[in-house]
């Protein structure tokens, strides 16, 4: 047993750290240069230009902020923004869709153009499911039966560059501290498990609904990491998986697909239940947008292959 563990160490570990590095190399420049378009203002010039559109989703202006800071930044912060404002909880619970679609979308794109997808489609794709699933829950959502939610936090917002970036760096040493952590502890659990055949249980126990969703039963254990921690951390076995020839590009992508619009179903889920907003409208919905997007993807690549067959025939 503890040749296997030193074994499994030696494969584990390098891969690992490996990621790790190009995470963190990914996480502090863009969320370096993110805190200060936030300091000097630009993201929330930005988020102004967009207020006509969150009229028409039934949010007010000051949601555009959220939505903003959540696609360049993470929940926390989005959720730090929302207890600063005052909304109604029907104002949250849309914008906390359009977030959970659509948040950390920079670090992530790169990380699922690595796995095998084009970036610009998949920011498409999460924007476009971001606004469809607002557009949806405004329909149904009633107006005035959900109770208004506010908590005023007492925010320094002149505090001076120095102290921004101080903040920052104490707050990106403990994430860099947890990617090491958590990259590390998933890959040597995925080597455990693969070791000792779990993921092919793992992956005949959920392959009727990985079938309904459209995704191949090999995709199982990742389907599960990029819902239980998302994307970020189950990219070190996506990439591991794909250098290693464990999954095809094509199979990386069809995941991709699904999980641009439905991941980290736990915690980020759990964040948002804290302030109230109800899991069925901020989850059900995630789900079944992420159904629809597999689908439609499949449909349409059988439509491209019988087309061009057709025009080779001509």
Known sequence: MFFQLKDILKTALPSAFKTVRWLLSLMIPIS???T???YYGIIS?????????FYYLGLSGQCAFVFLTSIFLN????????????????????????????HNMIIETIIQSKTGSSGLKMVFIRLLSSIFGALVLNYLLPAESMKAFTVQVIQNQHAGLLLVIKDWGIKMFFL???????????MILQKVLEKSGII???????????????????????????NVLGLAYGSAIMIDELEKGKLSKEENNLL??????????????????????????????????????????KFWQKLEIKNLAILLLL
């Open 32 to 34: 370096l240069l993110v």
């Open 176 to 186: 860099a501290l947890k990617v090491v952590l958590f990259v590390s502890a998933l």
């Open 256 to 297: 991709n697909h699904h999980v641009a619009v439905s991941h980290s179903l736990l915690e980020d889920t759990l964040l948002f239940m804290t302030i109230g907003v109800s899991a069925f409208w901020i989850t059900v919905p995630r789900i079944l947008m992420a159904i629809f997007v597999v689908w439609m993807y």
């Open 45 to 53: 010039l930005a988020a102004n230009l967009l207020n006509p559109l």
């Open 36 to 38: 200060l378009l936030q």
């Open 75 to 102: 929940i926390y912060s989005a959720i730090a923004v929302i207890s600063s404002l005052s909304l109604s909880m029907r104002e949250i619970t849309i914008v906390a869709l359009m977030c959970l679609i659509s």
């Open 200 to 226: 092919e249980i793992i992956s005949k126990v959920l392959s009727p609904l990985l079938k309904i969703m459209g995704l191949p039963i090999k995709t199982s254990f990742l389907w599960i990491v990029a």
